[in-house]
């Protein structure tokens, strides 16, 4: 629960409030852009104004729910007055919420899809909690989680007990999932289930992991993800744990690939759908290589 008596000075007025142990992870800000901001003078996430609407009462909520920190909170209700999680984000695809902190607030994703593909996706893992547990059930439940690093796991075991899910990780960054059924080897593009495509991207870890599904979404992990001030694809140069010019031949090797996507969901950072891209670079694959030009360059 936020702490009131914490709240960051920075807030609008009003019952909704984020605490001062909030520790920059951004979470917030992507399920209530325009009610949450980042203050520049310490990083702490504060509310420019107050929800109004019930659409913006359910961001608000989205962003108690979603922080690994307990710090987003209202003064008096402790429960949103319908559900908000798992979140609906188009093409059968959710946002799960509730974010765990030993994975610094990382996103992650459920895509159902029928069994004769696959069936359900979990892509990395929130907090283990009977507020995604229930809703997953009633979703059909979890037949693969797939792990796109070693540093977004969260209670990816747990989910994947309650539901007898196989595991996905890449063998260079098994020693996080110990417990997981199948591992990615090597740099070569696997098919991991119909429609299903693992493209090992090294570089953020060693054993990093993009997922590319159904012939348009993307789940890039950490590995890759939107700036919405630039209007661009990036990479994250400081929170690149392994190598920089790996990173940059994986993501070359995956714009070369023919592998092309219409929607991506970060681990960390925005995601962003190719009908919302503005002129002149109307596609992803575009952009891709600018992105890969300019890496190679620093
Ligand atoms: S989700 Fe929580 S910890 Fe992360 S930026 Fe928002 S308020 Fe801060």
Request: a negative charge; proline letters at 7%; glycine letters at 8%.
């Amino acid at each position: 629960m936020a702490r009131l008596d914490a709240r960051h000075p920075a807030g609008a007025l009003g019952p909704w409030f984020v605490d001062d142990r909030c520790i920059d992870c951004d979470a917030a800000r992507h399920v209530a852009p325009g009610l949450i901001e980042r203050n520049p003078g310490d990083g702490v996430s504060y509310f420019v104004r107050q929800p109004e609407t019930d659409e913006e009462i359910d961001m608000a909520w989205r962003a108690v729910l979603i922080c690994p920190t307990r710090s987003v909170g209202h003064e008096t209700e402790r429960r949103p007055p319908r559900q908000v999680f798992p979140q609906p984000l188009g093409d059968d695809v959710y946002r799960l919420g509730h974010n765990a902190r030993n994975s610094f607030g990382a996103h992650s994703y459920l895509a159902v899809r029928p069994a004769n593909r696959g069936g359900n996706l979990m892509i990395d893992a929130p907090r283990w909690t009977r507020e995604v547990a229930g809703p997953l059930a009633g979703l059909g439940g979890v037949d693969h989680i797939l792990l796109s690093h070693r540093d977004d796991v969260a209670d990816a075991e747990r989910y994947a007990e309650a539901f007898d899910a196989q595991v996905w990780i890449h063998s260079d960054d098994a020693s996080a999932a110990p417990y997981a059924t199948d591992l990615i080897t090597g740099i070569e593009p696997v098919e991991i289930a119909p429609g299903v495509v693992a493209f090992p991207v090294p570089g953020h870890t060693k054993g990093s992991v993009l997922y590319h599904v159904d012939g348009q979404l993307l789940f890039s992990g950490d590995s890759l993800a939107w700036n919405p001030r630039r209007e661009e694809l990036m990479a994250f140069r400081r929170a690149c744990w392994y190598s920089w010019e790996a990173q940059t031949d994986s993501l070359a090797r995956f714009a070369a690939s023919g592998l092309r996507f219409d929607r991506l969901f970060c681990g960390h950072g925005w995601s962003r759908d190719a009908a919302d891209l503005l002129p002149p670079r109307p596609d992803f694959a575009d952009h891709l290589l600018r992105l890969v030009a300019d890496m190679s360059n620093q």
